[in-house]
Nanobody, 123 residues
């Protein structure tokens, strides 16, 4: 019912930039809070933009001032602009949507995840 497709990951030198995209396919009458998370091997999942949900609602301090999310509602797409990237930003990045519509067919409170896109930052 809801599909999230991420793109834009890749390898970049430290100090560089990347823009991730998350295209959402969902019923037009449903609304969603959109978030970006990341997870590196052996580490816990971190919220890098958005309000989050559940136990993770605080954006990790290390990305503040460097990561910015924007929304193109006409395209149902969310972007994550990342600048001044650091090796510590290396992780799999996931788009997340939380349904916020209390209506039949919108699965209020349900979390949806994309397949992830890899970001690798080398020094």
């Amino acid at each position: 019912q809801v599909q999230l497709v991420e793109s834009g990951g890749g390898s970049v030198q430290a100090g560089g930039s990347l823009r991730l995209s998350c295209a959402r396919s969902a019923p037009a009458y449903c609304t969603y809070d959109m978030n970006w998370y990341r997870q590196a091997p052996g580490k816990e999942r971190e919220l890098v933009s958005g309000l989050g949900s559940g136990d993770i609602t605080n954006v990790v301090d290390s990305v503040k001032g460097r990561f910015t999310d924007t929304h193109d509602n006409a395209k149902n797409t969310v972007y994550l602009e990342m600048v001044n990237l650091e090796p510590g930003d290396t992780a799999m990045y996931y788009c997340n949507a939380v349904s916020t519509t209390l209506r039949r067919g919108c699965q209020y409170g349900m979390n949806y995840w994309g397949q992830g896109t890899q970001v690798t930052v080398f020094s």
